[in-house]
């Protein structure tokens, strides 16, 4: 429990002291209500009905023999569907992604488009229905396979830049004394967070309130708002516990239909997506092709560098997975070059997932690195560290601050890198070869403009209200903590409440900026009230409310180069016979700001390192080419690692408060993923002497590759 002491006035500080979760209790007995368990009455169920061809045109709709159904209230689809207002930018600077907006029109731009929601009093009437509801389509033939230099791509648009380019790269590489140039994949991923998603509207007095689970209620609030042409005051989206986001929780097709549902019935409608449905709907990480040419010193330092990315989108929306970004900060060279392009095939919209751009990007460019450090004959810790920029490559800005070099230092120690024999495969372990590797990790650490309102109570306790959303981060527990530190009190003194979009404008959980934001405003509020407090003799009973908004504070930041930074460390086994790979051990060092948490900070970044040993070895949505969808789109048919993949896995941090931070928090959400895939698939080459440039290292890849080589060098799967 929690080791804070107790009492008015903590003499310790909360921040840094492990404490279990504020909400722990309420969720293992089961008392903390999910979006698609909370009991309203009169509650009527949607069941979604998604398209079976990937191109195409409803032809036919057939609601007759449904509506007759048991229970069946209505049936919508765009047909009778009232028109949606998509012309607007949301708050995080993006259009809607017209797949959110059902039933606008008869398009059919991929397979599991969704065509019609059947509406019944129970969730088994509406699913009934909606399995037996006939819809009849126009095919049209179908590309949903990105392949490298695809003719269709082109450079994004919504990411920009698309692309960065100084120096002449060609010439460069050609005075390099080493050079590198390899294509690297990695497939089609999927979030695969616990909790589905699930929203319940309901119209109550004039106004519009949606039980969801989110990664931000004010966010999918104010979506809502603008595709239903409502007031944005008269919408109240409320997010109180949500089993997991990784990026997939943002609006999605399952309110907006609620709400249409709920509009036409005049009661209550709830939408749960199936775990096959979130394969479609809840967005994923695109496929990545990516080409990176590196070109070197003789000691290794970088004369060139180019990043190239392509990433697949929908027809109906561009989303970017910005892999190369990570050389725009991470890397510098005499002639650089990175690019993000797109290409639209037949396909769902891509969304963001774990580490947008980082998490593949990072594999590419520190497997790449790896390569060039056994072609310079330089360790890969030796080779990173003599590459490290003195300002921004690309921006030219001065680093905030950049501790990477600390993460290698007290990583390497930690591992025993000292001991490691950098030639491949020369250790055994009976049938097992055994491997190590290692690969950096870099995160932006942003603030996004954020209010809070914190309350005295006449008690003497506090009330924080913030539209915080605790994805399963610990950020209510976080909160608490640094709310405690700011009113110089202790944290069972405060109580959080998160998850409400009356409390009004904030940040989501993403970007890995969630907390820092919610922070950054908890404590703005918090000193004006201690100021108040201060010349006040006593508090009424309504309490002493001050809220605070950071947009002016966050917009008077300097511009920095702010990143978080990490040292990845793997040990693999590989059995050559059976093409099996088990990740032995794992270490990460981390230099993230200032730990708030370390109990759940810890578990923030042990999971971002499983979801590496997931992407790397496991991960991969398979799509039918025939069908435009996916084979098994479940979690039987989509692996991620359980309790047995993880082994001895450990997460630490090297001290880096942030200097510009009022708590000298960065934020953890993403970089526990960064580099983690690229750490074990270096492992990889070091047991095997092979390199994997496709992810993930499945077992067939390790048999096909791993033929001996009648040259006696490394081989290339
Ligand atoms: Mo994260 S992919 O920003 O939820």
Known sequence: MTTTTPGPRAVRGAVGVAHTRVEGRDKVTGAARYAGEIPHPD??????????????????????????????????????????????????????????????????PFAGWPVALVVAETSEEAREAAEALVVTYEREPHDTALVAGHPDAYPAASHMPAETEKGDLEERLAASAHVVDARYTTPEEQHSMMEPHAATARWDGGRLEVVDSNQGAVWVQSELAAMFSLDASSVRVRSEHIGGGFGSKGLRAHQVSA?????????????????????????????????????????????????????QTSRVYEFVEPSAGVARVMYDAEAHRTANHVVRLDVPSPTWMRAPGEAPGSFAIEAALDELATRAGVDPIELRLRNEPEVGPVSGLPFGSRNLAACFREGARRFGWADRDPRPGTRRDGRWLLG?????????????????????????????????????????????????????????????????????????????????????????????????????????????????????????LARKERHSYGAQFAEVAVDTATGEVRVRRMLGVFAAGRIVNPLTARNQLVGGMTWGISMALHEEAVRDRDSGGHYAPDLAGYHVATHA?????????????????????????????????????????HATGVRHRDLPIRPDRILAATAPDPAGGAADA
């Open 436 to 556: 190590t590797g290692t690969a950096a990790a870099s995160f932006g650490a942003g603030a996004a403009p954020s209010t809070a309102l914190v309350t005295a109570e006449a008690d003497g306790s506090f009330t924080v209200r913030i539209t915080a959303a605790d994805i399963g981060t610990g950020a209510r527990t976080a909160l608490t903590l640094i709310a405690a530190d700011a009113l110089e009190t202790a944290p069972d003194r405060v109580r959080v409440r998160i998850g409400d979009s009356d409390f009004g404008h904030a940040m989501i959980a993403g970007g890995s900026m969630g907390t820092r934001s919610w922070a950054w405003a908890v404590t703005a509020a918090a000193a004006e009230l201690r100021e108040r407090l201060a010349v006040t003799t006593a508090v009424p009973p309504e309490g002493i409310t001050v809220r605070s908004d950071t947009t002016a504070a966050l917009g008077a």
């Open 645 to 685: 993949d993880v082994p001895d896995i450990e997460a630490d941090w090297v001290d880096d408060h942030d200097p510009d931070d009022p708590v000298g928090i960065k934020g953890i959400g993403e970089i526990g993923i960064v580099g983690a895939a690229a750490a074990v698939a270096n492992a990889v080459w």
């Open 259 to 311: 709400v249409m549902a709920a509009t036409a019935l005049g009661r209550p409608v709830r939408v749960v997506l199936t775990r096959r449905q979130t394969f479609t709907l809840g967005g994923y990480r695109s496929p990545t092709t990516q080409r990176i040419r590196l070109g070197a010193a003789p000691d290794g330092r970088l004369l060139a560098l180019e990043h190239l990315s392509l990433n």
């Open 43 to 108: 509650l009527a169920h949607g069941w979604l009905v998604l398209s079976t061809v990937a191109r195409g045109r409803i032809l036919d709709v057939d609601t007759a023999p449904v509506l007759g159904m048991p229970g069946v209230l209505t049936v919508l689809h765009h047909g009778n569907a009232p028109r949606l207002n998509l012309d607007y930018v949301g708050m995080l600077g993006t259009p809607p992604d017209p797949t959110c907006a059902v039933f606008q029109h008869d398009g059919v």
